[in-house]
Structures are given as C-alpha cells and as structure tokens.
C-alpha cells in the first residue's frame, strides 16, 4: 500500500478527490461551495508528486459525498480526477470523472443579460463541447477558466 | 412546422421555411380563405419592451385568421412592476390564452418561457438573441425579390447586438447563399453566431467597408447603429457616417439589387433610396402580416400533424 493510498483510508467516512491538476485544489473546494464555514473537516495536498501527472492536489471531505452534477463540473477543471468515496474507512467506490454533455445548476452564464442571470426560478444549463461550454439559453461561449464561472450562490 | 414553439431560426429546416412561405403566399394571394379559420382563439401579446411593427403584426395576423388578442400592457402596469418574474408571468397568462407572443429585453428569454407553458410561444425578439418571425419575412421578401438560392447577400450596420441579423444568417444557412457581413470592428458578428454558421457550413465573409463587395450583391440588408452602442457620441458618429447608403452609394450596385432594413431607419437610409427600384424596406414590413398569419397558423394548427 503505498503512502498515498495510506492517508487516503485514513477518512472515516467522505470523498476523496485525487488526481486534481495542480494548483486547482481551491478551486475544487469552491465547486463544492466549502469555504471553512459549513464545519466540515477538509485536508488538501497541493503539488504532491504524482506519477501520473507529476505534480497533483489531493482533496479530502470527510461526511460529504460528491453529487453526479458536482462530478460533472469537476471534469472541466480536473479532468483527471479520481473520486473515491471512503465509508468507514474502507474505499467503497472508485470513479474516474467523465466529461459530460451537459452541466446544469453549476455555472454562471457569463452573458449579464443572460435570463440565467435574472431573478428567475431556471438554472444554468451549459452544452458541453469538444472545445469548450456554451449556455443553452443565450448562447455565450465559455471557452477556459471555468473555475471563474463557478455559481457564486455556491459558495456558503 | 412541427415545432411547438420557435424560439431560434436555428430551429428553422428548410421545409419548414418554404412551408410557411409557400402559405403565406397562398393568403396574400387570397386573405379571404383563412378569414374564420382560428375563430376564437386567443393569442396573446406579452412584449416586455416597447414595439411597434411586431406587435401591431402579430395582432393584426390573428384578427385576420378570425381570432382575437390580449395584451400585458406596458411593464410599467404590469405585474412585472411588483416584482414578478417572467416564469410566472407566462404561467399565468397561459391560463388565458392560446398561443404566446413573446418579446424581452434579455436573451434566452424566450427559451426559458418555453419551459415553463404549454401553449405555443414565439420568440419575438430577445435582447441581443433571435428575432425568428422576422426572419421568416425578411425571407419571404428575399424570395419575392431575388430567390433564395444562388445569390449574394450583404448584411451591414449593428451585427453585434442585431438579432434580426443573428436569426437571418442562420436561416439563410438552409440555403445557397454567399453571406457578407459589414460592419465596424466593434460591431462584428458575435462569437457564438460565427461559430453557429461556421457549423452550418456557411459561406461567409467579413469587411469594414461595403464599396469593395457592393457590387456583387443581390441583397442589402441594412440595420441601425445604435448611438446607445458607444461610450461617446464622436465615436459614434464617426463610425454611423460611413454606414450610410444614399442614391449615390448605390451607383456602383446591380440593378436588381434589393435594398432591405427591419425598421425603424434613423438615418442609415436617405430617403431619396426611397423613390429608386431597390428599395423594398416598406414592402418587408407589410410581408409581416401574411407571413405571421402562415406562422401562427402553422402552430395552432400543429403544422403537419393536423
């Protein structure tokens, strides 16, 4: 077993999320609306060596399971990801992250005159494309930093 | 048509264009034959920003089928005065309507009130988006003037922010036309509506000037630049100057070339265009009526499924 996989069953019960790209690991956190105020007990590894990917972050969530639509968008910034959902120490679940071919509820459209962005009961719905995101309302392209399109109402 | 609603010329075919321009023709030939077809129907009008030709075209199209109209009123009387958001004012409205026109000031407006209703909705205008019922007469008159296949046609003024011009270039991608588009650099086509046609595999071209392509045009299609579109009014009137047709611009054009604007012109279009053989403008304008009574018919009556 090697040291990684070690303080990975080190979590009682949560998500494990490995193989994130480096220096995303706060970004990851910023999808899964965590900033410390929820109460939950967080661990991130950031430029851990990786033989994969030479460098990577590492999160753990402890008592929180990754939801699909969570999964999705994760894909766009970590394309590599792993999530491994730990219960009572043991890893229950491993999954790769697959691109999807939508991603709803997550994103900001970047359009400020996009109905997404008014006061309406709808929620952002991006087609994703082999290049890119684009909003299934108005339009607009996002073609990279998806991270800065995270839905700020996310974020507690 | 077997759409329930139209929201984009993207969802436009071919067929479906040709049918609801081969029907209009039918009723301009021949009003008479459709006078109490929709007798009784309801159609309402809920325009969220002001409008003239639109609205007064899509009221006088249902009166024409036999139907009749309601109207929201102006924002300002409205519900949406209070607070009341757009998912609800169309759920109620439904309630007393058969059919839903629909203009707003934000993009994807349409679509998103689509979600939410049962009844036909149409998208008549939203923000900067789509304007699909203006394209289907902006075709028509093409037709009328030049055909729809194998011609040149130019696109010149506000292409950034014109959504007659968005929904135009899309729907003209069904069919055999060179597309030019003339506008100020700040002004160009949007992103997603340069990727829409390069998808479509359109046959496009971009200029800053209108002289070095006039020549080759069938059709001149010519939008507003709107002053409100720059940061201060030197700018504005240095760039609006150089997008201004007269009769003398159109020296250099073919003959037969058909001169078209969606209206309402300020001054892109001296009105000495008026009194030469190219200009159609007010000829597109009365082609909304026979046009969107084939539409609303299409839809009420489920178009090919009836």
Do not use: W
């Not at chain 2, 264009?17 to 459709?34: G, K, N, Q, S």
């Not at chain 2, 968005?166 to 060179?178: E, G, I, K, Y």
Request: with cysteine.
């Amino acid at each position: 077993m090697s040291d990684h996989e070690l303080r990975v069953s080190k979590i009682r019960n949560g998500t494990v999320i490995d193989h994130v790209a480096a220096g995303q690991a706060l970004n990851v956190l910023t999808i899964l609306g965590i900033d410390g105020s929820g109460g939950e007990s967080v661990s991130v590894g950031m430029n851990v060596p990786s033989g994969r990917l030479g460098r990577k972050d590492i999160v753990k969530v402890e008592d929180r399971e990754l939801s699909p639509s969570e999964v999705d968008v994760l894909s766009l910034i970590a394309p590599e990801a792993t999530i491994n959902i730990v219960r009572d120490y043991e890893v229950v679940e491993k999954n790769r992250v697959e691109r999807p071919e939508r991603v709803v509820g997550v994103l900001s459209c970047p359009n400020h005159n996009c109905i997404t962005n008014g006061d309406e009961p709808v929620a952002s719905k991006f087609t994703v494309l082999p290049d890119g995101l684009r909003c299934e309302y108005c339009g607009t392209f996002i073609r990279e930093s998806f991270a800065g399109h995270i839905d700020g109402s996310r974020s507690a | 048509m077997r759409h329930d609603h139209l929201i984009s010329a993207a969802q436009l075919s071919r067929a479906d264009i040709e049918a609801v321009l081969d029907r209009a023709a039918e009723i301009d030939d021949d009003p008479a034959t459709v006078r109490e077809r929709h007798a009784g129907t309801v159609l309402a009008l809920c325009f969220f920003e002001p409008s003239t030709r639109t609205k007064m075209s899509f009221d006088t199209a249902m009166k024409r089928l036999g139907g009749e109209t309601i109207d929201m009123g102006s924002v300002e009387s409205s519900s949406v005065k209070k607070g009341e958001s757009l998912a609800d004012t169309v759920r109620v409205i439904e309630g007393y309507a058969d059919a839903m026109v629909l203009r707003h000031p934000s993009e994807g407006s349409a679509k998103m009130a689509s979600e939410f209703v049962g009844v036909p909705l149409v998208n008549a205008g939203d923000g900067a988006g789509q304007h699909p019922s203006q394209t289907l007469l902006d075709l028509y008159t093409i037709r009328e003037n030049a055909g729809l296949d194998d011609i040149t046609v130019g696109i010149m003024g506000d292409l950034k922010y014109g959504r007659t011009v968005h929904s135009l270039s899309m729907a003209l991608t069904n069919f055999d036309v060179r597309q030019h588009f003339v506008s100020p650099e700040s002004l160009r086509l949007p992103r997603s509506v340069r990727y829409d046609l390069h998808e479509a595999g359109a046959q496009v071209r971009e200029h800053e000037e209108l002289a070095g392509i006039l020549p080759e045009l069938d059709v001149l299609y010519v939008t507003r630049i709107q002053r409100e579109r720059f940061p201060d009014e030197r700018e504005y009137r240095e760039v609006a100057g150089e997008y201004q047709i007269d009769p003398e611009t159109l020296d250099e054009a073919k003959e037969s070339l058909t001169v078209m604007h969606p209206l309402p012109r300020v001054d892109e279009i001296d009105p000495a265009v008026d009194e030469t053989p190219h200009a159609q403008y007010f000829e597109q304008a009365h082609n909304g009526v026979p046009v969107r009574m084939a539409l609303l018919d299409a839809l009420l009556s489920g178009g090919e499924r009836r």
